[in-house]
């Protein structure tokens, strides 16, 4: 299977640290998150988190709605924060029918 523009944006994120995993890494971020993304599967009350912490970082909540974890290489992930602007940029510019964004917010 081809990877989308999207999985390769964010395999760069991966390579370039700028990703927190998870909602209790997120949690202590103070700043910086530019993209918040959550696994489509996810239970309401996490999705219900993942817009708090879109609110609290003003910025976009993209949900993806095949193999998040395969795509950000963590299993039982469910919630990730790119911290990068250019990298949160070229994902958002470039989505297709397997993300939706979920809520604005500025980069």
């Known amino acids: ?3 989308s523009k999207i999985e390769t944006f964010i395999g760069f994120c991966i390579k370039s640290s700028k990703i927190t995993y ?3 890494a997120i949690a202590t971020l103070r700043q910086g998150v ?3 993304i959550l696994d489509g599967a996810s239970a309401k009350n996490s999705k219900r988190l993942a817009l708090k912490y879109a609110n609290r970082f003003s910025c976009p909540l993209l949900i993806c709605k095949t193999e998040f974890e395969r795509i950000v290489n963590k299993e039982g992930c469910k919630l990730c924060a790119v911290r990068d602007g250019e990298l949160a940029k070229a994902i958002l ?3 297709d029918d397997n993300y939706e964004l979920y809520a604005g917010g500025s980069i």
């Open 93 to 95: 510019a470039n989505l």
């Open 1 to 3: 299977m081809a990877n």
């Open 22 to 24: 998870g909602s209790g």
């Open 34 to 36: 530019q993209l918040i």
